[in-house]
């Protein structure tokens, strides 16, 4: 198993770039937020990576962080979604976001990644939420997060963090029954008091 690679970066394409260590060219596709990380060609590079191996075929799959292996690793997991699709989610949205998503089972977000429809968003959820929820969001946030989808939903599609967004709704109060309305201007006042 290839756990990592470090070398110069040798050349770069759409979702895949070329490492050579050592003399040895590996192709290894990867998010594009990864990509867009790397650098100029010639610069050292250091990768975490995913090596699928198929009866016809293997390939490399580099990421930055750890955090974004194990997310990768965690969806291939999911029966029917494959490491292209994976990719494309990683892609699609940050690894806290899609973390956030699954685990407030917000199939709405995940819908909107390209190659996801409603039917492997509800899938993801399913297989995942408990996982996700365990593995990458304190429990506090998780079960926050759960009651309050729709706000999470609201002030990250507005551009604010995962982790912006989960503070801004660990200040709205809980016992009062409020409208969705409510709950993303109180968020927002959270924001403006800052």
Known sequence: MIAGLKGKLQALGSDWAIINV???????????????ALGAISEEVELHTHLHIREDNATLYGFA????????????????LGP?????????????????????GSADLLDEI??????????????LKGKIAAGWLAA???????ENTDVLAALTSLGYSVREATRAVATLPQDQKL????????????????
């Open 22 to 36: 050592g003399g040895i060219g590996f192709q290894v596709y990867m998010p594009t937020s990864t990509l867009s």
């Open 65 to 80: 962080t750890a955090e974004e292996l194990g997310l990768f690793q965690t969806l291939i997991g999911v029966s029917g």
């Open 84 to 104: 292209k699709l994976a990719l494309a989610m990683l892609s699609a949205m940050s690894v806290e976001k899609l973390a956030m998503a699954i685990a407030t």
């Open 114 to 127: 390209p190659g996801i429809g409603k039917k492997m968003a509800s899938r993801l959820i399913l297989e």
């Open 140 to 146: 506090p946030a998780a079960e926050l997060a759960e």
């Open 179 to 194: 409208s969705l309305e409510e709950k993303i201007k109180l968020a927002l006042q959270y924001f403006g008091g800052k």
